[in-house]
């Protein structure tokens, strides 16, 4: 399952349905800058470094692709506890990285001193994080295990960083013994969570069980194949589900898609579709769209159709869900991006391979009619308003694959299948 726009498309829902009928739930790239939301029997979850399917107590991993914040992981591991659910069906990969203190100041320092051309991030220390993996500097969940490799890792780190953070940002360095205490108790706490997730997603598959792997973050926000430099630092897109897990290609089946039925995009960054004037505050508003990470305000767009064909294609997307059609009910037109126009005046269904002619694209709208009546009591897709039908039927020819979902609201069952 991946996220088909910007990120928010409601994935956390999604995959907590998709979770009642899995019996193991990976996250495989990304760590505490998801916001998952999903409400489910009369509660509501945010959750940020844990998989979504923990709500519905399935079994799920946090595999090698995923960066993980140790306190944020053990306040979520505490939460579940408090609900009355067994932190022990999660388990964490030891090939995935760690966020340590200074990815957090480092991301911060660097979003100040870019300052208007800064990226937007969730300052959670995710670049840093991934930066310090790929520069093989990076400190691996697995180094908890062994205090003397942890020490001596953490202090060949803070010989560089503590440099950086001076002399480049001006931040105050970390002390080693400070950091070493407050890690010693992390590891300790953390060590009976950790497991070869690789084998278990295997074993899994090879005894005919149903894996689910739940995309964080975004198709457009994918490191090689979104809008960058305005992406995270790691790959959302399907094919990431196989390096991140551990797993061949060849074991993914299908792959969901999820889109809201218009856009929104937190940080900075092109966005032909986005809304001028005060709809995009409307929207806004009736769609609840502020960070669950952040509570930064999202910004509002109609459906990018050229958007999502692209997506289509990065993922091979096989099916999509439309989520939270009910917000659109309040608006009489309902203005879709078709095409995009670009630079010379041509038009072309197909995503710019160049960001010039991303950054000066503009939409070629099609107006579709609005249904201007309440989605509530929709129980069935037959119960749809007829221009509802319509607005998915729309989507589904424009982009040649099948919806097989749609949301009507916040609440688990609100998905007409
Ligand atoms: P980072 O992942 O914190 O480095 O942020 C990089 C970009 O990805 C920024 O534009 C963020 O707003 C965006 N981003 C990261 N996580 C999410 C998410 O869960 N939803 C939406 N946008 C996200």
Same mark, same amino acid.
């Given at each position: 399952m991946v996220g088909a726009q910007w990120g928010d498309e409601g994935?956390?829902?999604?995959?907590?349905?998709?979770? #009642? *009928?899995?019996?193991?739930?990976?996250?495989?790239?990304?760590?505490?800058?998801?916001?998952?939301?999903?409400?489910?029997?009369?509660e509501t979850w945010k959750l940020r470094q844990l998989p979504s399917g923990v709500v519905s107590r399935t079994p799920s991993v946090i595999g090698?692709?995923?960066?993980?914040?140790?306190?944020?992981l053990l306040d979520e591991l505490e939460l579940l506890r408090e609900r009355g659910i067994d932190p022990g069906i999660v388990t964490v990969s030891g090939n995935? =990285?760690?966020?340590?203190?200074?990815?957090?100041?480092?991301?911060?320092?660097? $979003? !100040?001193?870019?300052?208007?051309?800064?990226?937007?991030? +969730?300052?959670?220390?995710?670049?840093?994080?991934?930066?310090?993996?790929?520069?093989?500097?990076?400190? !691996?969940? #697995? /180094?908890?295990?062994?205090?003397?490799?942890? !020490?001596?890792?953490?202090?060949?780190?803070?010989?560089?960083?503590?440099?950086?953070?001076?002399r480049v940002y001006e931040a105050e360095p970390f002390d080693? @013994? /400070?950091?070493?205490?407050?890690? *010693?108790v992390l590891a300790h706490r953390l060590a009976p969570f950790v497991g070869d997730t690789s084998l278990l997603v295997h074993d899994a598959l090879g005894t005919g069980k149903n894996v689910l792997f739940e995309g964080a973050q975004a198709t457009m926000l994918d490191l090689d194949h979104g809008t960058y430099p305005f992406v995270t630092s790691s790959n959302p897109i399907a094919s990431g589900a196989a390096t991140g897990v551990g797993i061949g290609p060849t074991r993914i089946d299908r792959v969901l898609g999820v889109s809201k039925a218009y856009v929104t995009r937190v940080g900075e960054g092109p966005f032909p579709?986005?809304? $001028?004037?005060?709809?995009?505050? #409307?929207?806004? $508003?009736?769609?609840? *769209?502020?960070? +669950?990470?952040?509570?930064? $305000?999202? !910004?509002?767009?109609?459906? /990018?159709?050229?958007a999502l064909r692209y997506a289509v294609r990065v993922n091979g997307m096989t099916s999509l869900a439309l989520t939270k059609l009910d917000v659109l009910s309040a608006f009489d037109e309902l203005p879709v991006c078709v095409r995009y126009r670009v630079r010379g005046g041509d038009?072309?269904?197909?995503?710019?391979? =160049?960001?010039? @002619?991303?950054?000066?694209? /503009?939409?070629?709208? *099609?107006?579709?009619e609005g249904w201007a009546?309440?989605?509530?009591?929709? +129980?069935?897709?037959?119960?749809?308003?007829p221009a509802a039908r319509a607005y998915v039927e729309f989507v589904e020819r424009e982009l040649d694959v099948p919806i097989e979902l749609v949301g009507v609201g916040a609440a688990r069952d609100s998905v007409l299948a």
């Amino acid at each position: 399952m991946v996220g088909a726009q910007w990120g928010d498309e409601g994935k956390g829902k999604i995959v907590d349905l998709l979770a #009642q *009928e899995s019996d193991v739930v990976c996250r495989y790239q990304g760590g505490p800058n998801a916001g998952h939301t999903i409400v489910a029997g009369g509660e509501t979850w945010k959750l940020r470094q844990l998989p979504s399917g923990v709500v519905s107590r399935t079994p799920s991993v946090i595999g090698a692709g995923c960066v993980v914040d140790p306190q944020v992981l053990l306040d979520e591991l505490e939460l579940l506890r408090e609900r009355g659910i067994d932190p022990g069906i999660v388990t964490v990969s030891g090939n995935a =990285h760690l966020i340590m203190p200074w990815h957090l100041t480092i991301d911060q320092a660097s $979003e !100040r001193r870019l300052g208007k051309l800064q990226i937007g991030t +969730t300052r959670r220390g995710i670049g840093p994080a991934y930066a310090d993996k790929a520069s093989r500097l990076g400190i !691996r969940v #697995q /180094d908890l295990l062994d205090p003397k490799i942890l !020490r001596q890792k953490i202090r060949l780190a803070l010989d560089e960083k503590n440099l950086w953070l001076e002399r480049v940002y001006e931040a105050e360095p970390f002390d080693l @013994d /400070d950091i070493w205490a407050d890690m *010693e108790v992390l590891a300790h706490r953390l060590a009976p969570f950790v497991g070869d997730t690789s084998l278990l997603v295997h074993d899994a598959l090879g005894t005919g069980k149903n894996v689910l792997f739940e995309g964080a973050q975004a198709t457009m926000l994918d490191l090689d194949h979104g809008t960058y430099p305005f992406v995270t630092s790691s790959n959302p897109i399907a094919s990431g589900a196989a390096t991140g897990v551990g797993i061949g290609p060849t074991r993914i089946d299908r792959v969901l898609g999820v889109s809201k039925a218009y856009v929104t995009r937190v940080g900075e960054g092109p966005f032909p579709s986005e809304i $001028e004037g005060p709809q995009q505050a #409307q929207l806004r $508003e009736l769609g609840g *769209e502020f960070g +669950t990470v952040t509570g930064r $305000e999202r !910004r509002c767009g109609w459906l /990018d159709l050229v958007a999502l064909r692209y997506a289509v294609r990065v993922n091979g997307m096989t099916s999509l869900a439309l989520t939270k059609l009910d917000v659109l009910s309040a608006f009489d037109e309902l203005p879709v991006c078709v095409r995009y126009r670009v630079r010379g005046g041509d038009e072309t269904p197909h995503f710019p391979a =160049h960001q010039s @002619d991303f950054h000066h694209a /503009d939409p070629v709208w *099609e107006v579709l009619e609005g249904w201007a009546q309440p989605l509530d009591g929709c +129980t069935s897709v037959a119960d749809l308003p007829p221009a509802a039908r319509a607005y998915v039927e729309f989507v589904e020819r424009e982009l040649d694959v099948p919806i097989e979902l749609v949301g009507v609201g916040a609440a688990r069952d609100s998905v007409l299948a």
